[in-house]
């Protein structure tokens, strides 16, 4: 048979445990009885988030879903198709999409028909009219990208405008001492790029050689001995006799646009080229483009609308010279009160190398005041010009701020949304610069480009997906963008329908391409559900943070983190966002009760190091420690490593700037809550000697990672096993330990469970408390997750107010239940209990049965096999009778199936078992997502990263029929459909895998 992959899948039913959360992440789990009807969450107060409402945790609102990068092969789309896939996205549960021209691909862009159906044509307006008006429908929200593909781009546009992206391009020849130099200005070292056809002589020069300030790469020059033979040149020639005193070089600079596109074109007719991204003409060309050409008054309406964003993909401006602007020069000197010119060996590069350098501090001073300078550009003729314009719309602008060595921290307080990337990005602290722009600003949201992985087209697992972003959470993301999905066809495109991104020159691209061509599409509405819980309760209320880190040079997406706090502070529980200067003049820049943005991360102290990027050197601006100074002040703790009692500027100190610098900073260190040490295994110590503590604590070093939000009733901990999946060295293993959590919100309050994959939220039953603090127990898998609420009683709905807690108890765990406390236990035995109020219980378990290890399985398989067309699939069904798990890849009749199968099993439970009866299903190994269901009845979805399901309410004595349903990903079918693309990847271990037990356990009650 054929069959059209097309399916819808409506929106997740509200699925509730009456017996608990299945896979708990916390030993001291609340649940109730088996059996027992268990009740909805009720609703927060409106403070921590959107409006309240009883499913307020449960059914997370459209706005706070994930959404999906979708990307069109530009205008080559049919509005039905798009009001089809919006229905797809839809259904499995997503918030919203971006639409991106991206078609790598695709090696023949003719075929895309850049003239009649390119981006911005008409074609492309009616899809995307069609999809906000789908959008609207169904309650997404709809991007746009600026122009198509990235960077940044306007149709038209002639690469010698003065709009374009700008380079500045060098020559240099040669000259001995005494030796005359005549002929014509030295030209450049490289070629102009196609299409350029104007360059200017900006300047030359002459500076003399001195090997003592020589790198490995670079030639080294005397600062002092720069002079300016610019107008001396005539009729682009030049003569001039170099000093008799050492070999000299000349240097020419040449102004020119770099010709630049963007990724994968021609997009368009004509083809598009890069704007200047540091000038005000750059910009314009840019919304006046869209003015004119794109927002028709029915886009405009539908646009304000649909209360979207546009999107810019990192500033990937690709020049073997210097990025350049014509007015860079003028800005220079008027941010730092000298001319550019004579710093201008310094600056330029050959294949993105330094060339020449002077003596080393000054080059670095230089160098820092040069992308100062073009980070101010930036940002303000740049970043907040679109923004503005962007909100004169309706709509806000979400934005990638990184890929230059410009102010990232910045860019982040300006942007309504920043966003990182779980590809580029190489350690937590990446994300943690750009959460401390969004949140001294007041802003909301930090968005991430999540799940790009090189090479794994057709074989990326949400598993990893998971454990990807579970630790970007903790740095402070909140919204997921999933890379991506694909517009279902493209000329040329082969099964199972148009990839973006695969084929990548050859071989499997960038994955993934989502979608209902996937067979683990059914399965989505989980993931989502999932998703948009943790994003709900991670966009609620404020962050908080325990410590600011100054960080001189804003850039991220570059690994670099903090000394003892990265690799020491954050595996003892304490948690911090970077600041840089401009962020210490906005209005949350205050202090109050000794915390920094004590209305948003109040900080609890402040730590400054030398700078990272310029060999961890002690610098400060003498305006950035006046700002330090004041903040001190006023009763902010703050610690500074390393000899800042002889600190420099950071860039070329003007006449007394540097004294002036020490002066400042003797006033900070003299104050009694400001400490300098020396060595960085003493911050820890100066933090506690200021009394300065984190708002979670554990007695080990550990791979938990949190994150903390404060609403006005509660604090939300979200916590996580791990880090960065690309980075984890070495291998994060299984937690079991006491976590100490801070209440903020009163003494009284409780914890909660908040378990994302069902929605349940459960009062914990067994922790200690001490004043404000709540210490419970925290046990997680790699990559797992758990959500803690510090509430009021009842915040949740539910009825045990104020009952008596467990303090300790030798039962597997206790619990909250419709009766009252109880205890479960996988074994017999005597249990004793210690409430937090009356005296210690003892429980008396007679028997309990012995796990059970299936021993037969029925596998009905779904294979899927390319169709007539690109974006048809035949499924033809396979059934397998097996006495062992073991991977598709392993089976015969499966080693190179691709889909859906459904795995039959019974088990036969005794005669006595009863109300009190219930049992865990362990399923070890199983890959790629699954779906359990028993006696008929399908349980709340599982936690992905630790598959155990509870399945208490559903067994009954007798036989009980149990079916795991395991949904896979395409690579293996494509391996053997398209091995000319996919031959080279090995077969993947795919399938329930196990081992599989049903573990009983009892459940008695103590009070």
């Known amino acids: 048979m054929q069959e059209h992959i097309a399916r ?91 639409i991106a021209a991206v078609h790598h691909s695709i090696s023949d862009k003719s075929v895309l028909d850049p003239a009649g159906h390119g981006w911005g044509s008409r074609p492309w307006r009616d899809g995307v009219e069609a999809a906000l008006r789908r959008a609207a429908r169904r309650g997404l929200t709809v991007d746009l990208t600026l122009g198509p593909s990235w960077p940044t781009a306007v149709p038209g546009l002639s690469p010698d405008d003065p709009a374009a992206v700008r380079e500045l391009a060098h020559g240099r020849a040669p000259v001995s001492a005494g030796a005359t130099y005549r002929g014509p200005v030295p030209p450049p070292v490289h070629a102009p790029a196609s299409g350029v056809t104007e360059q200017t002589l900006l300047a030359v020069q002459a500076a003399r050689v001195n090997t003592a300030n020589s790198t490995r790469k670079e030639t080294g020059l005397d600062l002092d001995s720069v002079q300016d033979l610019t107008a001396t040149v005539t009729d682009s020639t030049l003569t001039w006799t170099a000093p008799a005193d050492g070999e000299w070089v000349l240097i020419s600079y040449w102004e020119r646009g770099s010709g630049q596109q963007p990724e994968s074109g021609p997009h368009s007719s004509p083809a598009a080229h890069v704007v200047d991204h540091f000038s005000p003409a750059g910009t314009a060309a840019v919304t006046e483009y869209w003015e004119r050409n794109l927002l028709t008054p029915t886009l405009r309406r539908l646009l304000k609308a649909a209360g979207g964003a546009f999107f810019e993909d990192s500033v990937e401006l690709e020049t073997d010279a210097l990025v350049w602007t014509r007015k860079l020069p003028e800005a220079f000197e008027e941010h730092t009160g000298r001319p550019l010119l004579p710093y201008l060996p310094a600056l330029v590069l050959d294949d993105s190398n330094q060339v020449f350098a002077f003596e080393a501090q000054v080059t670095r001073q230089i160098r820092h005041d040069f992308w100062e300078t073009v980070s101010g550009l930036l940002n303000r003729h740049h970043v907040a010009a679109l923004r503005d314009w962007a909100h004169d719309l309706g709509m806000r602008v979400r934005a990638q701020p990184y890929g230059l060595q410009t ?245 070329v100190p003007a006449d007394g700037e540097t004294e002036r610098l020490r002066e400042t900073l003797d006033r900070l260190l003299a104050l009694p809550h400001v400490v300098r040490v020396t060595d960085k295994t003493a911050v820890g110590d100066a933090l506690a000697a200021l009394g300065v503590t984190p708002d979670v604590t554990h007695a080990t070093s550990s791979t938990l990672l949190n994150a903390h939000r404060v609403t006005a009733e509660a604090d939300f901990y979200y916590l996580c096993n791990g880090k960065h999946a690309e980075t984890v060295k070495p291998a994060v293993a299984a937690i079991d330990h006491d976590v100490t959590l801070r209440r903020t919100r009163g003494r009284t309050t409780v914890p909660y469970l908040l378990d994302p994959w069902t929605g349940e939220a459960v009062r914990l039953a067994r922790y200690t408390e001490d004043g404000d603090l709540v210490t419970l127990r925290v046990t997680l898998q790699p990559g797992q997750t758990a959500i803690v609420a510090l509430g009021r009683p009842g915040l949740f709905g539910d009825r045990h107010g104020n009952r008596p807690h467990v303090l300790t108890t030798d039962a597997d765990e206790a619990l909250f239940t419709a009766g009252g406390l109880a205890v479960r236990t996988t ?181």
């Open 827 to 1007: 074994r017999a035995g005597t249990f004793t209990t210690r409430p937090s109020r009356g005296r210690a219980v003892t429980t008396k378990v007679r028997a309990v049965p012995a796990p059970i290890t299936p021993g037969h399985w029925r596998l009905e398989v779904e294979d899927r096999l390319p169709g007539s067309s690109a974006t048809r699939t035949e499924i033809v069904r396979r059934t397998v009778e097996l006495d062992t798990l073991q991977p598709w890849s392993k089976i015969e009749e499966l080693a190179d199936s691709a889909g859906v199968g459904r795995y039959r099993t019974t088990v036969t439970l005794p005669a006595d078992w009863s109300a009190s009866h219930g049992a865990y299903l362990e399923l070890g190994q199983v890959s790629d997502t699954f779906r359990v269901t028993v006696n008929g009845r399908r349980t709340p979805p599982v936690d992905r990263l630790r598959p155990v399901a509870d399945l208490g309410p559903y067994l009954r004595r007798g036989s009980n029929v149990i079916e795991i349903e395991v949904a896979t990903p395409l690579v293996n079918r494509l391996r053997v459909a398209r091995p000319e693309v996919f031959g080279t990847t090995a077969r993947q271990d795919h399938g329930l895998v196990g081992p599989v037990r049903l573990v009983p356990y009892v459940q008695a009650l103590v009070d």
């Open 407 to 651: 102010d990232a921290i910045a860019s982040a307080a300006i942007l309504d949304i920043a966003e990182g990337e779980s590809l580029g990005f190489k350690n937590l602290d990446d994300y943690r610069c750009l959460a401390g722009g969004r949140d001294m600003a007041g802003h909301t949201v930090l968005s991430c480009e999540a799940g790009a992985y090189n090479g794994s087209a057709y074989s990326t697992t949400w598993d990893r997906f998971l454990r990807t972003m579970g630790g970007a959470y903790a740095a402070g993301v909140n919204q997921t963008v999933v890379h991506g999905f694909s517009y279902a066809s493209a000329p040329s495109a082969g099964w199972p329908g148009f990839a973006a991104f695969s084929p990548y020159n050859g071989a499997p691209g960038y994955g993934e391409s989502w979608g209902p061509r996937q067979p683990t599409w059914d399965h989505l509405p989980d993931i989502a559900g999932y998703l948009g819980r943790v994003h709900r309760v991670l966009q609620s209320g404020t962050a908080r943070a325990d410590v600011a880190i100054f960080r001189q040079t804003g850039y991220t997406a570059t690994g670099i983190g903090a000394s003892w706090f990265t690799a020491t502070g954050v595996p003892l529980g304490w948690s911090h966002q970077f600041v840089s200067g401009p962020l210490l003049d906005l209005r949350n820049a205050t202090v109050r009760g000794g915390r920094l943005a004590p209305d948003g991360p109040a900080y609890k102290a402040l730590f400054v190091e030398g700078d990272f990027f310029y060999s961890a050197t002690p610098t400060l601006a003498a305006a950035d420690a006046k700002k330090l100074l004041a903040l001190a002040e006023k009763g902010l703790p703050v610690v500074l490593l390393g000899a800042f009692d002889q600190a420099q500027t950071p860039g």
């Open 8 to 98: 819808r899948d409506g929106m997740p039913r509200r699925l509730v445990l009456a017996a608990g959360l299945g896979a708990g992440a916390v030993a001291a789990v609340g649940v109730s009885a088996p059996g027992a009807s268990a009740r909805p969450a009720a609703a927060l107060p409106a403070s921590a988030g959107q409006a309240p409402g009883a499913a307020w945790f449960a059914e997370p609102p459209r706005s706070v879903r994930p959404k999906f990068r979708w990307w069109w092969p530009d205008g080559l789309v049919d509005p039905d198709e798009i009001a089809r896939e919006i229905d797809q996205i839809a259904d499995a549960g997503f918030g919203g999409v971006e």
